[in-house]
């Protein structure tokens, strides 16, 4: 059997591309990877996705997703896919257990956020530790919050959170950061930001929610607790395309290069979602793709079967 289409991964960006192809009667497949749903099922309340005024948690908004798009018709399998074939039509779609065909693909397997890799972290998710500022600072507002890391995405976060926040304390493990100068010039310039350098997060405080972090001074070695209500860590994020190298064009960091926003360099194969957003990563903006990636392949598909009947 030949799919129409299969999505590969799931999250707002692969469950929106469902949606409107499954409406089409494209009768999609989805793989949607072991764990379904994306970053927002690592997110608590979600304040900023149109149509829910008083918010929604993560995980139930990617629910409802998913709900949306089986009511169409779309089917699920879950599991990962470790390998493609794209050189020969239709393409080939493999997991560990199974092998698929299909006309046209659409990748949304996003971009996972680099963490400290503390087990304290973990715990504490979504109870005050963060990786999207542009997300949760509205609920730290008056609030005292560290941020980790050197790169712009460090400075970007940190002068975003100091429009809610009492004050931001900005930690990065070497001496200097590796972010443009002009985003430094804006953050050492901000009074509401604090700087210090050379210094690592030992451990995430707190039962229930964040009440401080542990530092470590890594030139002296000395360590000491601070008190704060929030940790953003700001190191980075790693789109999920290992599976792809070689089979599509990838960045310097490891994102899917586009042309013209969703479509790739082979007829047929299309991108949704962060694992092509190198800026905004929002919820909102990986539906929006997801949309037009959906309606290239609707394009895509109406011209295969004009073109057979021809």
Request: proline share 3%; with cysteine.
């Amino acid at each position: 059997m030949v799919e129409n289409l299969i999505i590969i991964g799931s999250g707002p960006a692969g469950y929106t591309a469902a949606l409107y192809t499954a409406r089409e009667d494209f009768k999609p497949l989805m793989i949607s990877g072991t764990t379904s749903g994306g970053q927002l099922m690592l997110t608590s309340m979600v304040d900023n996705y149109p149509g829910f005024p008083d918010g929604i948690m993560g995980p139930e908004l990617m629910v409802l997703f998913k709900k949306q798009a089986e009511r169409f018709g779309t089917r699920f399998v879950e599991d990962e896919v470790i390998d493609v074939d794209f050189t020969n039509r239709p393409f080939t779609v493999r997991t560990s257990s199974t092998e698929y065909k299909a006309h046209t693909v659409i990748i949304s397997t996003g971009a996972s956020a680099k963490w400290l890799g503390l087990e304290s972290e973990q715990r504490l998710m979504g109870k005050g530790v963060s990786s999207c500022a542009t997300c949760d600072a509205p609920f730290f507002r008056n609030k005292d919050v560290v941020v980790v890391g050197g790169g712009d995405t460090a400075m970007e976060d940190s002068l975003f959170l100091t429009k809610f926040v009492k004050s931001v304390t900005l930690i990065h493990r070497r001496e200097s950061f590796r972010a443009s100068k002009i985003m430094q010039e804006k953050v050492l310039s901000n009074s509401k930001i604090k700087v210090m350098y050379e210094t690592g997060i030992e451990e995430v405080l707190g039962e229930q929610k964040v009440s401080g972090v542990k530092i470590k001074n890594l030139k002296s070695g000395d360590t000491s607790t601070i008190s704060t209500d929030g940790l953003f860590v700001a190191i980075g994020h790693t789109p999920n395309t290992g599976f792809l190298k070689g089979k599509l064009e990838i960045d310097e960091h490891g994102y899917l290069v586009t042309k013209g926003e969703v479509k790739t360099d082979i007829d047929g194969v299309f991108v949704a979602g962060d694992v092509a957003d190198r800026l905004y990563k929002q919820a909102v903006t990986a539906a929006g793709s997801g949309t037009k990636a959906a309606l290239e392949v609707r394009a895509y598909l109406q011209k295969m079967n004009l073109d057979t009947l021809q």
